[in-house]
């Protein structure tokens, strides 16, 4: 079984339109870093979310972690073309130098 | 902003030659990792480095596999005989301390031939 889904796999979506990324781990997060990668590049890092409940904003991206540490969202409010790329989420599940990664959500954004 | 930076972007390599992958992190980062990414698949943690010495290692980080900091700013993956298995895209990472964000470079793409 996976240590840490994300869903959905895929995202197409018009300009303008909200969307949300969810991350599920089958082990409680330590941490919850979202990164942002372009095909065929690196990870751009968004945000790090440490506490249950914790949420974190930056321009239009919200990031949550929930109560029970096991689950993030990432929300995109009033999408662009800009936001169009493969985000992962890469957790800390404690006692280990290592980030797991999910399968990354490709989004797409069309005018 | 300051940034990981790697060389080369894309290196190719005859199967059982060796490779080495080189990354400047960012200048005040204490710890330094090498994460890799087959086409298609997630991106895999390899290596953590800390205080001049590897601090964890996946079971993909074999006898082939090795890591450097030569000197106060490079640090190094080496494959010792490459495997056609070996292609992947290799990315390393910075972080400030062991909780701090991992920053990440653009990645060397490997093919092996």
């Known amino acids: 079984s996976q240590e840490l889904e994300q869903s959905p796999q895929s995202l197409i979506v018009q300009e303008g339109k909200n969307l949300t990324i969810n991350c599920t781990s089958s082990?409680?997060?330590?941490?919850l870093y979202w990164y942002k990668q372009k095909y065929g590049e690196g990870l751009i890092f968004l945000m790090m979310l440490q506490k249950g409940g914790e949420e974190k904003s930056h321009e239009k991206i919200t990031a949550k972690l929930d109560e029970k540490k096991q689950q993030s969202s990432l929300h995109i409010t009033a999408s662009q073309p800009s936001h169009a790329g493969i985000y992962l989420c890469?957790?800390?599940?404690?006692?280990?130098?290592?980030?797991?990664f999910g399968t990354g959500t490709r989004l797409q954004v069309f005018p | 902003e300051p940034e990981v930076t790697q060389t080369p972007s894309h290196q190719v390599t005859q199967m059982g030659q060796e490779v080495i992958l080189r990354c400047v992190p960012i200048s005040n980062h204490l710890y330094f990792y090498w994460y890799r990414q087959i086409l298609g698949q997630k991106v895999e943690f390899l290596v953590s480095?800390?205080?001049?010495?590897?601090?964890?290692k996946s079971e993909i980080f074999d006898d082939q596999f090795s890591v450097e900091r030569p000197d106060g700013s490079n640090f190094t993956l080496k494959i010792r005989s490459t495997k056609l298995e070996d292609s992947a895209m290799y990315f390393c990472?910075?972080?400030?301390?062991?909780?701090?964000?991992?920053?990440f470079g653009d990645g060397t793409r490997l093919s092996i031939l």
């Open positions: 480095f800390y205080n001049n010495e590897i601090s964890e």
């Open positions: 990472a910075s972080s400030l301390t062991g909780n701090q964000p991992q920053h």
């Open positions: 082990k409680t997060l330590y941490g």
């Open positions: 890469g957790a800390d599940m404690g006692n280990t130098d290592k980030l797991i």
